[in-house]
């Protein structure tokens, strides 16, 4: 994207309503680009007929009606996502991604929702994986360029130094190939989260499993550019109302994701 389109009509009227939220702000005319990676179900993901679906492009959408402007999406790579924030292809990325202290470094984030990683295993839990340490030299795949990644980095470091023996580590495009290679027997568990746990058990009844479910909560976020401070502001206020007026919790229910996930 070229150019920065954030209507002043919006902003100004954020300013009148203040922190009640965004109801009742003015119609305004052109659009919201959101960038976006479909490989995350149930947060965003393409339907065989090439719709891209899911709980975070409900939202995105759901937003762009309050705000009375169309949302937009951008797809690229996960990995490629805040950078192409930064290059301007878009005003926002929503896309199933953690708020980080290395990610909020570079750029805000307003948060929208929490859940819990998870080792997804082959049904019945046949390698015994009920831990994280479980995992030393085991197969395992996951999602490139995401925080699983590099926790499962750092965990190789930490079998290396303690003599353990390391993870078979094999990172792919989209979470659905990771998971996809335990159903052909090449991986052991994926390191994922547990809606898209959730997802892929009810995609594969029977063949798919939780071996273990991190008690730390992890939060999704919405990136947007440093210089879009009032941005953030209307976005804040867009979420609040989202989650006052029940919508998000409507949305989760859609996509099966637990009404606490999103209070």
């Known amino acids: ?46 339907t065989t007929s090439g719709k891209t679906v899911g709980f975070d492009i409900d939202m995105a959408n759901a937003i762009g009606k309050l705000w009375r402007v169309k949302a937009k999406f951008v797809f690229s790579s996960f990995d ?3 950078p192409a924030l930064g290059a301007k292809r878009c005003n926002m990325v929503i896309s199933g991604i953690f708020i980080t202290p290395d990610r909020t470094a ?3 984030a307003v948060p929208y929702m929490k859940s819990h990683r998870a080792l997804v295993v082959a049904s019945g839990n046949p390698k015994g994986i009920k831990s994280p340490n479980d995992l030393s ?54 390191l994922t989260q547990d809606t898209e746990g959730a997802y892929q058990k009810k995609q594969h009844p ?15 976020g919405i990136y947007y550019r440093p210089s879009d401070k009032k941005l953030g502001t209307a976005l804040r206020a867009a979420i609040k109302t989202l989650k006052k007026n029940g919508t998000m919790k409507k949305l989760a229910a859609k996509q099966q994701i637990p009404a606490g996930d999103v209070k």
Do not use: H, W
Not at 209 to 218: A, Q, S
């Open 106 to 108: 570079k750029f805000p």
């Open 80 to 82: 490629g996502l805040l």
């Open 206 to 220: 029977g063949k798919l499993g939780i071996g273990y479910l991190f008690p730390e909560t992890d939060t999704f």
């Open 1 to 46: 994207m070229k150019r920065y389109i954030v209507p002043l009509v919006l902003l100004a009227a954020l300013v009148a309503v203040g922190t009640a939220g965004a109801v009742g702000i003015s119609p305004v005319k052109g659009s919201f680009k959101y960038c976006d990676n479909p490989t995350f179900p149930p947060m965003e993901s393409k």
């Open 137 to 190: 030299g085991r197969n395992v795949a996951v999602q490139t360029g995401t925080k699983y990644e590099q926790y499962l980095k750092d965990l190789n470091d930490q079998f290396k130094s303690a003599g353990k023996s390391q993870m078979n580590l094999s990172s792919y495009p989209g979470d659905t190939d990771a998971i996809g290679q335990i159903l052909i027997g090449r991986a052991d568990a994926v």
